[in-house]
């Protein structure tokens, strides 16, 4: 399996995905990482991986549609059928999504369907959630939405700051993530009616 990430930010997913395919842990190759933002510091960590990178503009495109259908352009160039969404902040356009069923996979800050969208993790916390998590899903044409692959809670205890809550979710992410990668990889992941059956 040939796979490329697209990310926005900080990369710390990218980086778990990018050290767990090197250690032989996800049996797959990352081809690729794209990026919508020019200095998003994903991208300097993939120059320290050695993992091809590129940056595309959003504005250099009319629309959506069309950065989508350049992004198209170039996974099918790189013989690239999956992607792993890691902090990528645009909505990706239907005609996308229909290109790639059920093999476009993101991770997401919250328990799904709750609070999807964006800072959901600071939204949970200032509603006063008792209990949170992270999602790992397959995308569909809405956003943070599509069948569940993995879900882990996490309390919120009496107390704990936004910056644990914080570190606590990522530090969750970066066992979730790789973990259902490698189970899409090792093709043990398999969509009945939008449930999610894995063959461990
Ligand atoms: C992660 O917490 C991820 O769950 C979130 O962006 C962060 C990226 O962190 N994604 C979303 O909110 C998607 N709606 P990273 O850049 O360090 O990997």
Redesign the pocket.
């Known amino acids: 399996m040939k796979f490329a990430v697209l ?9 778990v995905l990018a050290r767990s395919v090197r250690s032989g842990s996800i049996p797959a190759e990352l081809a690729l990482l794209l990026s919508d933002k020019k200095n998003a510091y ?1 991208r300097q960590r993939a120059r320290n991986l050695q993992i091809p990178e590129q940056w595309l503009n959003p504005q250099d495109f009319p629309d959506r549609r069309a950065y989508d259908q350049a992004l198209k352009e170039i996974l099918t160039r790189e013989g690239i059928d999956f992607v792993a ?5 645009r909505i990706l356009s239907a005609e996308f999504v229909r290109s790639y069923p059920n093999k476009i996979m ?4 919250a328990l799904l369907p709750s609070f ?3 800072d ?2 600071y939204r949970a916390y200032r509603h006063g959630c008792k209990v949170t998590g ?1 999602t790992v899903h397959f995308v569909d044409e809405q ?2 939405h599509g069948p569940i692959i993995l879900q882990q809670p996490l309390l919120i205890t009496p107390g704990m700051t936004y910056e644990e809550l914080e570190t606590r ?2 530090e969750i ?1 970066h066992q979730l993530y790789p973990h259902a990668v490698r189970l899409y990889a090792a093709g043990k992941l398999l969509v009945k009616k939008n449930h999610v059956e894995i063959a461990e």
């Open positions: 990310a926005s930010g900080n990369g710390s997913n990218f980086e994903v969404l890691a902090g990528y902040m993101n991770i997401h800050p999807p969208g964006t959901s993790l992270v956003v943070d979710v990522h992410e």
